[in-house]
């Protein structure tokens, strides 16, 4: 579906799909460095390399167009339109400068001139939405709304439709009709996200109906508010809630219409450089639009762009009700670029901050634990947790990350108390049940209340290969070696590459006389193991050792019963 809704060629392809003139001398050298720097998502390199080759040949139209697409991605319309005017000048249809000079004249304000254009090329629904909303920039409301009713009647995206309507109605104070769209459950989908929800509470709030809006917020949101809900809420609570911002004019519906359209093409699992596209421009007509923000920083993250990512999350000002969301964002940025000392910096200066917030612990948490600070990690838990009301269903995950904490800092019993409490909040959840299952395993305790555990773990998740290996291990520790491999063998399958797994499907093949596979799983995990990982359980000196001696022998060296295998065949 997200192909007639894009309406454009693959950034790589434009990149790659270049006529032969092109290759001209002159320009092969920056032409290649573009090119190369656009496959690998290099924004800034990929628009100097195009822009040199445009000095030297300027009416290459493959040429501007790779330059547009650039521009676009690094959010800088400014630079694209230029670029995008001289290919409509010179007769070229492109979607891409179709886009730029829509966006531009969005901005502008020239709804004369939108209204004029046949903007159909950029894709049916974003041109229609971007007309629609056009009219209402020009005052025409009766037009806008017919241009609304026009584009519903289209099949595949009529909640989409039906949610613009309702904030083009609100955005001229006409709140019953935008009311009464959200009320009939017109706006699908699109109603309930985070923004539709949040639109329809403010819708309430202007018709008075503060318990409504109130209500409206609890269902969407439940007890996981953060400073922008709790803002909200406030002014909800109050005589005379605060005007109606969600859309104050033409301009942000538009802008509205491209990052709405961005998170469709997410979800429909489209390129992260497409939508990158969509978002920059709902950032470009809006620039205080915080979720475009995030999700074009998001989009940066998942490229590869670090430091654009971290640029992008930085931007946003400390007293935004999302800078919250902004710093977790860069922090994580942060973290990915391999700049761990100050991503942690960045949420201990936020725990500070916003320490009200507990996810900003949880996150410090996380991110600790991974660093091996166990007992730092287990303090930041501790106040996620006690900032986590009681009845939250969700305390589970914390409940979860710190026993992990625990057990690797050798806190066996607080660990065990900390999964059972998970469970208490989650009976049947697989991680959990799978953790805690194969470290009773490991410690040779409650071995039959371990197998129960861990088979309830498989059948929530059959299709985890190191579930089904924690299955397998319960197996061989009760001495049941054909079913263990069964079990290992389907593992290893799920998980072919996994040392630990691989390991342990020699072990049980051991187990029961067959000690060429053995061998060979022991070579294959060795492999396998990464000596960068520190998280790995992977012990390649074990396996080495039993590879010059046995299991049996290895066994009787740590002190364990030695196993009684068959002789191999």
């Known amino acids: 579906m997200f192909r007639n809704v894009l309406g454009f060629t693959s950034v790589a392809a434009l990149c790659i799909g270049l006529s032969a003139p092109l290759m001209a001398q002159s320009i092969a050298g920056p032409y290649l460095a573009g090119r190369h720097a656009a496959v690998n998502s290099d924004y800034p390199e990929a628009a100097r390399y195009y822009t040199e080759a445009l000095a030297r040949d300027p009416k ?66 974003v041109g229609g939405l971007v007309q629609a909303w056009a009219h ?22 009529q909640g989409f439709v039906m949610y613009h309507k309702a904030l083009a109605l609100a955005s001229v104070g006409d709140f019953e009709g935008a009311e009464a769209i959200f009320d009939s459950g017109a706006a699908g989908a699109a109603g309930q996200t985070r923004r539709g929800v949040m639109a329809h509470a403010e819708i309430l709030g202007q018709l008075g109906r503060s318990d409504d809006a109130l209500a409206v917020l609890s269902d969407g949101f439940g007890a996981d508010t953060d400073p922008e809900i709790a ?12 005007p109606f911002s969600h859309m104050p004019d033409a301009q942000a519906g538009m802008a509205e219409v491209f990052f709405t359209f961005a998170a469709v093409l997410r979800n429909e699992a489209a390129g992260d450089y497409y939508v990158l596209l969509y978002s920059r421009i709902a950032r470009y007509l809006r620039p205080d639009h915080v979720d475009a923000l995030l999700l074009t920083a998001s989009l940066l993250e998942n490229l590869g762009e670090h430091d654009l990512a971290i640029a992008e999350y930085k931007s946003l000002p400390a007293d935004s009700p999302a800078y919250h969301a902004a710093e977790l964002g860069r922090a994580d940025a942060l973290r990915r670029s391999g700049k761990t000392a100050q991503a942690i910096e960045v949420l201990e200066q936020l725990a500070r901050s916003h320490g009200e917030l507990a996810v900003v612990h949880s996150t410090l948490g996380d991110m600790l634990r991974a660093e091996e600070d166990y007992e730092a990690a ?16 969700a305390r589970w995950v914390l409940f979860y990350a710190r026993a992990i904490a625990k057990e690797r800092s050798g806190d066996w019993e607080g660990s065990e108390s900390d999964f059972r409490a998970a469970l208490e909040l989650n009976p049947e959840q697989p991680q959990v049940l799978n953790y805690l299952g194969y470290s009773l395993v490991e410690q040779q305790r409650n071995l039959d209340e371990a197998l129960d555990m861990i088979e309830r773990a498989v059948a929530a998740s059959p299709d985890s290969g190191y579930i089904v290996d ?54 294959r995990a060795l492999s396998f193991v990464d000596l960068t990982d520190a998280d790995s359980e992977a012990d390649p000196e074990r396996m080495r050792r ?24």
């Open 60 to 125: 290459n139209i493959e040429l501007m167009e790779s330059a547009v697409l650039s521009y676009l991605s690094l959010g800088r319309v400014d630079k694209a339109l230029p670029l995008a005017r001289n290919m409509i000048t010179l007769g070229t249809k492109s979607q891409v400068a179709e886009m730029t000079l829509v966006a531009a004249m969005a901005k502008e304000g020239d709804y004369k001139a939108l209204l004029e254009r046949d903007t159909s090329s950029i894709g049916p629904w």
């Open 136 to 157: 209402m920039g020009a005052g025409d409301v009766t037009a806008a709304m017919a241009a609304f009713d026009g584009l519903s009647e289209e099949a595949g995206m």
């Open 231 to 242: 803002r909200l809420i406030e002014a909800l609570q109050q005589e005379a809630p605060a």
């Open 378 to 393: 287990i303090a930041s838990y501790d106040e996620a947790l006690a900032l986590t009301p009681e009845t939250a269903r």
């Open 470 to 523: 924690s299955l397998g291990w319960v197996f061989y520790r009760l001495d049941r070696y054909e079913e263990a491999v069964e079990q290992m063998e389907r593992a290893v399958e799920l998980e072919p590459v996994d040392p630990v797994v691989n390991d342990h499907l020699g072990d049980v093949y051991w187990a029961v006389g067959r000690q060429r596979e053995a061998e060979f799983q022991w070579r």
């Open 546 to 569: 039993k590879l010059e001696v046995g299991l049996d022998a290895v066994l009787s060296e740590e002190g364990a019963a030695p196993l009684k295998v068959a002789a191999d065949e």
